[in-house]
């Protein structure tokens, strides 16, 4: 069965940093591709981050790219994300998904992730 | 960016009634790559079909998926209690990957 447990939720100021983290169990970890999906209060899905099985191939959307950085260890079935200069319009859930060809097949439960003063 | 609308915004139906859902792109969709989802309350979504028509393992197949080009559907034969719920509709035929708005399907 495939599991994705991540970290716990967090509230930060406007221009800080937090790092969130997903791990996986249930499946081949180092050939899977992960993402990072994230889903503003009561609004839709919008996919944030991905990366390649070996970590060598990642995607940032346009709205994070240059302030969120994914990354993975592998002998830790671990998956990361690092965000930096937060702002308000970056408060959401943040999914991590075991991606399946730029579809997220299995997600974990979400981290609530809140931006405010 | 491909920009998908999805329509209805909410559908009022009965349990054993049939729902269809469109999900419509602002430009055609490589290889009509585009996947649905379900979102129930208070839970992360559930991956139910890619390539627009391919069911997901473990997806009841009361739903189907149909559409081509810039016209994609979900539908499901007969609601269930458990499918009234939120859908999605995701393309990954082009970066950005992009999602629709939803579609609410509720009890009438």
């Known amino acids: 069965e495939v599991q994705l447990a991540q970290s716990g939720a967090a509230l930060v100021r406007p221009g800080g940093s937090l790092r969130l983290s997903c791990v996986a169990a249930?499946?081949?970890?180092?050939?899977?591709?992960m993402c990072w999906v994230r889903q503003a209060p009561g609004k839709g899905l919008e996919w944030v981050s991905g990366i390649s099985g070996s970590g060598g191939s990642v995607y940032s959307a346009p709205s994070v790219r240059g302030r969120f950085t994914i990354s993975r260890d592998n002998s830790k079935n671990t998956v990361f994300l690092q965000m930096d200069s937060l702002r308000a319009d970056d408060t959401a859930v943040y999914y991590c998904a075991k991606d399946g060809g730029s579809v997220a097949e299995y997600w974990g439960h979400g981290t609530l992730v809140t931006v405010s003063s | 960016e491909i920009v998908l609308t999805q329509s209805p915004g909410t559908l009022s139906l009965s349990p054993g009634e049939r729902a269809t859902l469109s999900c419509r792109a602002s430009?055609?969709?490589?290889?009509?790559?585009v996947a649905w989802y379900q979102q129930r309350p208070g839970q992360p979504p559930k991956f139910l079909i890619y390539a627009a028509s391919t069911r997901a393992t473990g997806t009841p197949d009361r739903f189907s998926g149909s559409g081509s080009g810039t016209d994609f559907f979900l539908t499901i034969s007969r609601l269930e209690p458990e499918d009234f719920a939120v859908y999605f509709c995701q393309q990954y035929g082009r970066s950005p990957l992009t999602f629709g708005g939803g579609t609410k399907v509720e009890i009438k």
């Open positions: 249930g499946f081949d970890f180092s050939d899977s591709a």
């Open positions: 430009q055609s969709v490589n290889n009509n790559y």
